[in-house]
């Protein structure tokens, strides 16, 4: 897996900028014979020689979206003006103190993310491809340049989540570039011509890199609705939206790796939506029984146990649109059953992939539940996060003095366990209570308008608005949330996500948070209500790091894995949480609290049955239980070193040793690579 050295480098300063398209007129400034947007230039190189060579092994990881955060991680450096689209836009507070909702809006000076990704499936792949690089492995990444982004939310109140048209200026977005290649895909309806752009993702410490290859159809010469195929990540009102944008993926992303030259031994297919990469390799295969023999250079990791999840399309639907070859392809490689007219693109990935894994021990079982005729080949390979991006700084800096103990944490995350070994040092205790009141002071002054308080328990619910996450359970009986803060203490609770623009049911979820915030106004001396617009990777580092307590409450088992909670251990961050997902294996070890329904058995049961008022509660004992314990920790100005919060948060940051992606990567090389 690890790459060779080439004596004789073949790709060269030169060799490198003849593939950009627009060189001499834009990218002169910021390509140099040594520097690649103020990043060195050679770490690009020695990957482009990797990927090109026969004789190292190389994976290409294929996904709809990619969460990459250079607001937070790795910026690169812009010498020409960058269109002020490509800057962060001020977003809106929805709280239960209106007039301060009225008057003020979150202004931060940043970078806008490159707005590739919809929520966590983008993270993880924006996170994988990261450890990649740390890891030095070969791996590129495959995915969709969105013109538009996924989209801009507004909350209306009345009215829930209003989705606007999101714009932003590729052509200066630092780091990326635009590549000559073009690649076409032929179809009933005529040809789809792709421009390919390129997005190098460096290693923390700037020596290795993989890069995102990234499709992109608005070009001049597609006929005019082709030239939109790639605006809206996610577009899904119309079947012939969702078709081409997995063609694109698929098909397009499998032509762009012949038209790079790049020698790839493994397609990995981050999800069911790449699966036409599978299509294109049959159609193309010399002898189609052949290509039964080769699954070993297929991998599928599947994402979700929800239906939503699962794409399928009808043979009448894809027979308009694909030409003859590629739909006898497709009724061979995913066909649901003999006689079905459904293509269903899971199928398709387990039919054809050795090796396929679930995100999480739990999401395995119940994988191997649904789909029980390929139980035999699903593992269970667990997410996590990229350290290096989620790590908040004052973590930074409290890992690095007490080096002497976790040793080369940078590098092997999986050293952060040894702070285990420091649960009964008082300096430590004190140490690491104050770096999350750091964290905490910091969101407290991006919201200080709003005139929280770094010294009132803080609960952070942030993800994406989807029913089985159960957005408002917390609100589901407001007079017990209001009882606890005026018996036991006062709360502050920070949420924010984005459901899908075309769900109805999330954009009613939204509705309903904005009514009970907008109910608790008179309470607002004792429970400070805020949920903040367009959730993104930002103010997922800027919430997942700061606040005391990271709810998560999903309805088990709907939540495959789930990764913010992974975030906040990193940063001690204590978890209130349903036993579902990542947590299931983190359970034993007092990361905080676990409440509700607990899973069992090979009935998955249904995702519409929410349990909202057994689960809520739970959740309210738990409450209680923790903010008795908070407010005996940290009261007055004076705090308990003693107390049991701060071995929670010991306990929380020695997890996280475990649910990093770089780990993760490492389980894919071995488990789905076999490189
Ligand atoms: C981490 C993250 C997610 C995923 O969170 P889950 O806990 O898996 O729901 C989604 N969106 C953003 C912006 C994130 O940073």
């Not at 004792?526 to 790091?545: A, P, Q, R």
Request: glycine share 6%; proline share 4%; with cysteine.
């Amino acid at each position: 897996m690890e790459r060779s050295a080439h004596e004789t480098a073949p790709f060269q300063y030169k060799d490198f900028i003849s593939t950009i398209e627009g060189f001499e007129d834009r990218y002169r400034s910021d390509i140099d014979p040594h520097h690649y947007f103020g990043f060195p230039l050679e770490t690009a190189l020695a990957v482009e020689r990797s990927l090109l060579s026969p004789n190292d092994k190389s994976v290409a990881y294929f996904s709809m979206e990619f969460g990459i955060a250079p607001s937070i991680y790795n910026s690169f450096r812009l010498t020409r003006p960058m269109s002020a689209k490509n800057q962060f836009y001020t977003h809106e507070v929805f709280s239960n103190y209106w007039l301060c909702d009225y008057l003020f809006k979150v202004h931060t000076d940043r970078l806008l993310d490159i707005p590739i990704y919809g929520g966590g499936l983008g993270v993880l792949a924006g996170d994988a491809i990261k450890s990649s690089a740390d890891l030095g492995y070969s791996v590129v990444g495959i995915g969709i340049l969105w013109n538009k982004g996924y989209f801009k939310q507004n909350f209306w109140y009345k009215h829930g989540q209003v989705p606007e048209e999101l714009t932003w200026d590729p052509s200066t977005y630092p780091g990326l570039i635009p590549l000559k290649n073009i690649v076409t895909i032929e179809t009933k309806e005529g040809f789809v011509h792709l421009r390919l752009w390129k997005y190098y993702v460096y290693s923390y410490d700037l020596k290795r890199a993989c890069p995102i290859i990234l499709l992109d159809s608005n070009l001049p010469q597609n006929q005019p609705a082709f030239q939109k195929l790639t605006d809206q990540l996610y577009r899904s009102d119309d079947v012939w939206w969702k078709i081409y944008q997995r063609m694109i993926l698929g098909i397009g992303g499998a032509k762009a790796l012949e038209s790079l030259g790049y020698s790839i031994d493994r397609y990995h297919l981050n999800e069911g939506h790449a699966a036409f990469a599978l299509v294109e390799k049959y159609v193309h295969a010399p002898d189609k029984n052949l290509f039964k023999a080769q699954q070993d250079a297929f991998a599928y990791t599947c994402h979700t146990p929800v239906a939503a999840g699962h794409d399928r399309f009808s043979i009448y639907d894809i027979t308009r649109i694909l030409k003859d070859e590629y739909v006898y392809a497709a009724c061979v490689l995913g066909k649901e059953s003999e006689y079905s007219d459904q293509i269903n693109l899971t199928y398709m990935c387990l039919n054809c992939c050795e090796k396929v894994n679930a995100v999480a021990l739990k999401h395995g079982e119940i994988t191997r539940l649904q789909f029980p005729h390929f139980a035999s080949k699903i593992q269970s390979i667990t997410n996590g996060v990229h350290m290096h991006t989620w790590l908040s700084d004052s973590f930074r800096d409290l890992f690095d003095k007490y080096a002497s103990t976790l040793g080369d944490w940078r590098m092997q995350p999986e050293n952060l366990k040894r702070v285990l070994d420091l649960k009964s040092s008082l300096p430590f205790r004190e140490d690491i209570f104050e770096a999350h009141q750091e964290n905490k002071r910091g969101l407290v002054e991006v919201l200080k308008r709003w005139g929280l308080k770094d010294d009132v328990l803080t609960i952070g619910w942030a993800r994406r608005i989807a029913g089985y996450k159960r957005p408002a359970l917390i609100f589901h009986d407001v007079k017990r949330l209001v009882r606890i803060a005026h018996e036991i203490g006062p709360l502050q609770i920070v949420l924010a996500g984005k459901a899908h623009p075309n769900d109805d049911i999330g954009a009613a979820h939204v509705e309903e948070i904005l009514d009970h915030i907008d109910q608790l106004n008179e309470h607002r001396k004792v429970i400070k209500v805020l949920i903040l617009e367009n959730y993104d990777t930002y103010f997922g580092k800027l919430l997942t790091s700061s606040v005391d307590i990271w709810l998560n409450n999903p309805l088990p088992p709907f939540e495959a894995s789930g990764t913010s909670g992974m975030k906040a251990i990193l940063n001690g961050v204590i978890q209130v949480t349903t036993l579902d997902g990542w947590v299931v294996e983190a359970a034993e070890d007092d990361i905080g609290w676990i409440f509700g329904y607990h899973h069992k058995g090979s009935d998955i049961g249904h995702e519409m049955n929410l349990r909202l008022r057994e689960d809520s509660s739970a959740l309210y004992d738990v409450l209680d239980v923790a903010a008795k314990l908070y407010y005996r920790t940290n009261h007055q100005g004076f705090v308990d070193l003693q107390s049991p919060w701060i071995d929670k948060m010991i306990h929380c940051v020695g997890r996280s040793a475990f649910f990093n992606t770089q780990r993760m990567m490492q389980e894919y090389n071995e488990k789905m690579w076999n490189l």
